[in-house]
């Protein structure tokens, strides 16, 4: 009997472990464009410091005329630099009700900087991603964003345009 109790709580702590994992918001988000519904990119999520940061590590959609896609202008030091490999959340920290919050997103085809918060929903299989411009009245737009496995191919690491924007 004391055998089966400890095996009980030993699995009853190991799924709460598990559960807790997948509503972390690091890991690598299919990226849906909240105007038409499609699918744009994937993009890696990370914590360093206690700070979320996430960049594109693969477009879903480019166009032959356009294989190689750069960011707008107004894209602060990315301007003119490709989309992919491009840093787009940075600064968020994680406040008490599970929001990250206090960071900035890049709309890289925009140009435009937001100020942004993010949380995981639906047990951590989607992501709430709001840009915002900072008023009394958080007036932004909203997207959500849907989980994916880690690519099978690696992520190159030392990627140049992550270096420089370092």
């Known amino acids: 009997?004391?055998?089966?109790?400890?095996?009980?709580?030993?699995?009853?702590?190991?799924?709460?472990?598990?559960?807790?994992?997948?509503?972390?918001?690091?890991?690598?988000?299919?990226t849906i464009d909240d105007e038409t519904g499609e699918a744009k990119s994937i993009v890696h999520i990370w914590i360093d410091n206690g700070e979320m940061q996430g960049k594109i590590v693969e477009l879903l959609r480019t166009t032959p005329d356009d294989p190689n896609p750069v960011c707008a202008k107004g894209s602060g030091e990315l301007t003119g630099k490709p989309i992919?490999?491009?840093?787009?959340?940075?600064?968020?920290?994680?406040?008490?009700?599970?929001?990250?919050?206090?960071?900035k997103i890049l709309?890289?085809?925009?140009?435009?900087?937001?100020?942004?918060?993010?949380?995981?929903?639906?047990?951590?299989?989607?992501?709430?991603?709001?840009?915002?411009?900072?008023?009394?009245?958080?007036?932004g737009r909203s997207q959500i964003w849907e989980r994916v496995p880690e690519p099978v191919k690696p992520v190159e690491e030392n990627n140049p345009i992550e270096e420089e924007n370092k």
Do not use: H, Q
């Open 1 to 30: 009997m004391k055998k089966i109790l400890i095996l009980t709580l030993s699995l009853l702590l190991f799924s709460t472990m598990l559960l807790a994992d997948n509503s972390s918001p690091v890991g690598w988000w299919r």
């Open 84 to 103: 992919l490999g491009a840093k787009i959340l940075w600064g968020l920290s994680e406040d008490k009700d599970g929001w990250w919050d206090g960071g």
């Open 107 to 139: 709309d890289p085809k925009k140009g435009k900087i937001y100020n942004c918060k993010v949380r995981t929903i639906e047990n951590g299989e989607k992501l709430r991603v709001r840009g915002y411009i900072k008023a009394i009245i958080r007036i």
